[in-house]
Each structure stands twice: as C-alpha cells, then as structure tokens.
C-alpha cells in the first residue's frame, strides 16, 4: 500500500488494556486540542513499548527496505498516549513532517476496537482494530486524518516517529 504498513496484532489485548490502565491515570491536555488528552513522556524502558518496537520495525524494514538509503541513522522513540472522548477525532488532514520536527515514519497503534480509523488523503482508510500497527512515512505524500467513532466511544491510540539521532559533535 505505497509504503504503509499495517501489523495486526502488534499488541495482544491485554497488552493494550495494560497500557490503557497504565497511562490513563498520567493524561494532561485540555478540550482545545485534537485529541483530548495525551501522556507524551512515556518511558521508552516500558516493556510493551520495548516489544512493541521489535515486532514492529523489522517487519517494516522487511517490507520497505529502501528506509534503510537515508544519509542519517534514525530511530524509534517518542510515544505518546492519547485518548480521544466520544465524538472526538483530529479531523484535518496533516502529515507529521516539520522543519523542526525531522520525522522519517510516523507509527499509530490502536489501543481499542473502533468502527473507523485513519483515512489517507488518496481516499484509502485503515480500521482501528485493537492491537493493530499501523507505520507509514511522516511526509506530505502521507497526509492523513482521524474518522468520527460511529459509536460514540471512549478511543485510545499510541504514536510515536522515527526521528533522525543526533549526531554528538566533539
């Protein structure tokens, strides 16, 4: 699917609640925002992020071996917890590129069961079923947004990009 990769059951079930039961306590945000509330510094140390990283980008590297051609080494980290309330979804399509946000892949994965998901700007959608992966480029040839739950549920996702390392000058 022009370099989207989507990895079903990259989280069991009760990985998924764990996190919910985990991070929900931690959320911070206001009802200005896309999503209502986020926990962005959650510990990479975190075991089911630990295992979540190692299920999910070999198989992309697998299936996209072309990310491996950048001039920089990159690297998985920066997740973040969100919960959307009833009714809320980031509804404008959006890449996750930026000037200072050097983004290589942008990763979603469903927390919950959802009767909707991510719809791309070329019209294709992918269902959030919980424990799904969803890993895709962070550029504008990418732009995306959320779909409304039908069902007027509680949603809960976890993001995270693959950023280009600093490099340590001496």
Known sequence: MNNICIIDNSLSGEECDSLINTYSSKLTGSLKSPWNYSFNDMPYEDEILQNLVSRILPRYK???PEIN???????LKGFRFKKFNP???FDEFHSEQA????RVLAVLTYLSDHNCG???IDGRMVKSVKGRSLLFPAFWTHA????PCPENKYRYILSAYATFDKKETT
């Open 62 to 64: 697998e299936e996209n």
């Open 99 to 102: 000037y200072d946000k050097p």
């Open 118 to 120: 991510t719809e791309f």
């Open 69 to 75: 051609c950048t001039s920089d080494l990159w690297s």
């Open 144 to 147: 995306h947004k959320g779909q």
């Open 87 to 89: 009714g809320d979804f």
